[in-house]
């Protein structure tokens, strides 16, 4: 059977420790976005499974455990959900919901205009090696944030893998921007 969202999900959750399982549905509950207490409370990987992709459905459950993997700093399950994912051939970080237009092209001007935290995302797409020092330097130099923020979007032509870097450095220096946008 091919493996779909929820198995996905399934599996990076069993993997998680108690602790930071407990913190995940913490989280989960914390966003006030049609998870209640009820569902998850005390309840393992299976049913917070199930009920996220009934909430979320299959098309944003994987964006929204990234969202929250990467909130409670379980960066390295994030990573590994963003590879079973891949591998899986599922949409993920906005790559291909709609025509195979990824997230950040889909939502490139709300980005544009409204994304803050210029020099935070910049530092990490240096560190990350999406950029070099002088056009992390270009950008600063800019005026606006807007202007910085096209620079960043004409280095992203490289292709899905450096949008993929973006989006997450994105969800967690605009997390209030990019859960608006999904």
Known sequence: ??????????????????ADFQKFRVELLERKDGVKTSQVEGKGFL??????????TEKKVLLVADEILREIRCV???AELAKAAKTAGFPY????????????????????????????ILDGLLQK??????T??????LQTTQSQMREIFICLRAGDECKDIFLS??????????KDLI
């Open 169 to 178: 450095i994105l969800q967690e220096k605009e997390r209030f921007l990019i």
């Open 93 to 120: 970080q906005g790559a291909a919901s709609g025509e195979g237009e990824h997230f950040v092209d889909r939502h490139r001007e709300e980005l544009i205009q409204r994304a803050t935290n210029i020099a935070p």
């Open 76 to 78: 390295d399950a994030a």
């Open 47 to 56: 049913d917070v499974a199930d009920v996220m992709v009934s909430v979320y």
């Open 136 to 141: 992390y330097d270009q950008v600063l130099r």
């Open 129 to 134: 090696k999406v950029i070099l020092q002088e």
């Open 1 to 18: 059977m091919a493996p779909n969202p929820k198995k996905v999900l399934r599996d990076i959750l069993e993997d998680l420790r108690d």
